[in-house]
């Protein structure tokens, strides 16, 4: 009989082990590395035949993934009539805004069907479709065997529905190719204001940027002498985080006629470090130290908010909501006393304004995604946003429909100027930025660019550093 | 003694002289276990260790593996690149400033834990009844997770609303820009850190206090010897190399922090907190450059692993020397 020394059972183990080891060899040769597209040339959307039916998949449970948000709250509230019109059983998991979309990006990474359906916004869709990890909804808003005859596409903004487009190639515009989500709620970024600071004052709201940064400093000066103890003048986002260039930063840059990037020889070339931009840095920043918010560093659009509700900050250049949500009667110390207005012009007058779309996707993976079709054409239907916009807090309307609707407007009157901002601005708010895959990662560096700009160093400097460990990153 | 049910070590050779009891062979007779079961049996006692051995391998061999090509959302079928991730790391200015981040944190942050510990624990061996209260109280911020204590610090440092700086308002310091700075953010999360793990080394050093004997001190007693003098010369050497593993435990946990940074700072002001291991996070889950993301980690395991390679060996001498004086 033979023995089974050390030396024969190691060897033996060895193997074993360089089969374990090759697993993850052989995995990645073929989808090992998780992603991949799952799209294979057709859509699931070809195989829904016949004429439309709600309880199409009646019966069915989807999950979805949602962040918590005033538009969130109003879609739960009105889920039962979702599944008492289709049959379908909603289930979902709600995170909050820091955690939601690192939870969202490793679960489309791990290749999964955690969830059927999540929010999302449009910026996202440049880092989630070229994986393919989004449905292109396309083939379904087309399958009029899979879609409602009244959900109406041409009802929505068209440059809403087009910030969700895009072709998912390297240096195409948005608007072009597949719609890998559909816009939900939006906002626009404009100025909020405490009107009873201003009347104090003396105030109006101002029309240059130059007048805001005048505007700021004098409140921060002299609020706090009529009344307003540590008011300061503007709240704007400071965290280290691309959330802060979007809002308020991206709005003013562009009404300067700015750009993130510009097309040169084939590639995005970084234009942060253009001497008018670098002179619009050096400008934000010093406003921020004249008259903005003390530990500016850190601010993220919940501070900002809570401070124009708590009478802290004079005004606030972000999200339209987030200004709402402290103007309606009850929520803040300073309800009944904001105001709206869509901010400074730039030199030529332009009032161009960036935009934030929360927009509702599809998983890619889905095994319900007739089921997951409808909840999205639901959702982003007439009647349930009307609803979420009357008697929920879903107030910048995605469709021209509850736009015009007497009601909304008579509900979104109690708020001075909100409506004729947002007439004013809507056809000028568009995605500012250049689609690119590394948005985030260029977005993150130009906010540490801009606290490092705000703390001292020379805005050059910094810019043009930016721009250096960008224009590999970006490179097509 | 029971009948053996299996041949022991050491017992028939040749060409098997052991029966087993029952069945066909003779009643009384030891079992017979053929030979290749005997030379296995060690091997299967430690195939458990070798599966959990595995478990944790397997997954560190499967990141290890991943730096060698240029995975990405946007590249789901990577090529292999070889060493170009970790090249491209040590290329980056940006790694070099968030080692030499990480550095600074995590010796400032076990310096003052260890020498504040000590000294609680010093302070704490004296029984006393507000002693014996301090020690349950001194545990609460270990109870309390990091991420939750660096948030609790955000808002207490907030320099308008925050209560650290309507306390300094008295003294005129009431304008203090904790985070705002690069400076005043690497400290703030320093002293975030203080606070939630000075108790841990305090318990340590505290424990290991408790553990000496006493009859040295005794004879320093009966000797005269002063505080200072028995501080030095007994206490400090036979508490040291309990001190020794706090610091090793303390100080691999900070090269390795993420949570309270990220909760305090997210990284800013620009570059000045962002850690090692935060540009990983970046770079893995927000960025989407897994590869890169995973170097980025080896790199840092390789950090920890070397540092605590010289921190062991010295505990090691640490514990010898100890032996010697008590």
New interface residues.
């Given amino acids: 009989m033979d023995t089974m020394d050390r030396r024969r059972f190691l060897g033996i183990m060895g193997a074993s082990a360089a089969a374990l080891g090759a697993a993850p060899a052989l995995s990645a040769c073929g989808t090992g590395f998780g992603g991949g597209s799952s799209s294979g040339g057709g859509s699931a959307a070809d195989e829904v035949t016949g004429a439309f039916d709600w309880k199409r998949a009646q019966g069915k449970t989807i999950k979805a993934l949602l962040n918590k948000h005033p538009y969130s709250d109003a879609l739960i509230a009105d889920l039962k009539s979702f599944s008492d019109k289709t049959g379908i059983k909603v289930e979902y998991d709600v995170f909050p805004e820091d955690n939601y979309f690192d939870k969202l990006t490793v679960d489309l990474s791990s290749g999964r069907a955690s969830y059927d359906v999540f929010m999302l916004g449009a910026y996202m869709v440049w880092q989630y479709g070229p994986p393919g990890w989004l449905e292109d909804l396309g083939p379904w808003m087309r399958n009029t065997a899979a879609t409602a005859g009244d959900w109406d596409q041409a009802d929505f903004f068209p440059n809403l529905l087009q910030a969700d487009q895009w072709s998912l190639k390297y240096g195409t515009p948005l608007g072009q190719g597949g719609q890998y989500a559909l816009p939900w709620g939006w906002e626009t970024n404009v100025v909020a204001y405490n009107t009873e600071v201003f009347a104090k004052l003396g105030l109006k709201p101002a029309e240059t940027f130059d007048e805001l940064i005048e505007m700021a400093a004098t409140i921060k000066q002299k609020a706090p002498g009529a009344g307003f103890d540590g008011m300061y003048g503007v709240a704007v986002r400071g965290s280290r985080s691309w959330a802060t260039i979007h809002p308020g930063f991206m709005t003013m840059y562009s009404r300067h006629g700015l750009k993130d990037f510009v097309m040169s020889g084939g590639n995005f070339k970084p234009a942060m470090n253009d001497p008018k931009a670098v002179d619009f840095t050096r400008k934000w920043a010093d406003m921020i130290k004249n008259g903005g918010a003390p530990s500016w560093t850190s601010y993220t659009w919940y501070q900002c908010s809570s401070d124009l509700g708590a009478r802290k900050a004079a005004m606030l250049f972000d999200a339209d909501s987030a200004a709402y949500f402290q103007a309606i009667k009850g929520a803040s110390p300073a309800s009944g006393k904001i105001a709206f207005h869509p901010g400074p012009k730039g030199p030529d007058g332009s009032l161009a304004t960036n935009m934030w779309v929360w927009s509702l996707g599809m998983n890619a993976k889905s095994k319900n995604k007739t089921a997951a079709w409808l909840f999205l054409q639901w959702a982003t239907g007439k009647e349930h946003l009307r609803k979420a916009a009357i008697e929920g807090n879903h107030i910048d309307p995605v469709r021209k429909s509850i736009s015009q609707d007497a009601a909304y407007k008579d509900k979104m009157k109690a708020i001075p100027g909100f409506l004729e901002t947002f007439e004013t601005v809507v056809d000028q708010t568009k995605i500012q930025f250049t689609p690119q895959t590394q948005f985030f990662d260029a977005t993150t560096s130009w906010a540490a660019a801009l606290q490092e700009v705000y703390g001292g160093k020379d805005a050059k400097g910094v810019l043009d550093g930016l721009a250096k460990d960008l224009t590999p990153k970006v490179a097509g | 003694m029971t009948a053996p049910t299996e041949t022991d070590a050491g017992a028939p050779t040749g060409t098997g002289g052991t029966g087993k009891t029952g069945g066909t062979g003779t009643p009384g007779a030891p079992l017979r276990v053929?030979?290749?079961r005997r030379?296995?049996r060690p091997?299967l006692l430690i195939v458990p260790a070798?599966l959990l051995t595995?478990g944790i391998l397997?997954p560190f061999?499967?990141g290890l593996?991943?730096t060698l090509?240029d995975?990405s959302?946007?590249k789901?079928?990577?090529d292999l690149v070889g060493l170009e991730n970790y090249l491209t790391i040590v290329r980056q200015d940006?790694f070099w400033r968030s080692a030499l981040v990480t550095s600074l944190y995590a010796i400032g942050a076990t310096a003052v834990e260890t020498v504040l510990g000590v000294g609680v624990a010093l302070l704490l061996n004296r029984s006393s009844r507000l002693g014996r209260v301090l020690e349950k109280v001194l545990i609460l911020p270990l109870m309390i997770a990091p991420v939750i204590a660096a948030i609790m610090w955000?808002l207490m440092?907030?320099?308008?609303?925050g209560v650290v700086n309507y306390l300094l308002r008295p003294v005129g310091l009431g304008?203090v820009?904790?985070?705002?700075?690069?400076t005043g953010?690497l400290l703030s999360s320093i002293m975030v850190d203080v606070w939630v793990y000075t108790p841990f080394v305090a318990i340590l050093a505290l424990a290991g206090l408790r553990s000496l004997p006493r009859s040295p001190f005794e004879a320093a007693a009966v000797d005269g010897a002063g505080w200072w003098f028995t501080f030095r010369r007994l206490t400090l050497p036979m508490l040291w190399p309990y001190v020794l593993v706090a610091v090793i435990f303390r100080f691999m946990d900070s090269l390795k922090v993420f949570d309270i940074i990220y909760a305090l700072?997210?990284?800013?002001?620009?570059?000045s907190t962002v850690v090692l291991q935060i540009r990983a996070y970046?770079e893995a889950?927000?960025?989407?450059r897994?590869s890169l993301g995973i170097s980025y980690m080896i790199i840092l395991w390789a950090v920890v692993y070397l540092a605590s390679m010289v921190l062991v060996r010295y505990l090691t001498r640490a514990q010898r020397r100890a032996a010697e004086a008590s």
């Fill in positions: 053929p030979r290749w030379s296995l091997y070798l595995g397997y061999g499967l593996y991943y090509f995975f959302a946007t789901p079928q990577p940006a955000k440092l907030q320099p308008s609303v304008g820009q904790w985070t705002d700075t690069p953010a700072t997210e990284g800013g002001p620009g570059d970046l889950i927000r960025f989407q897994y």
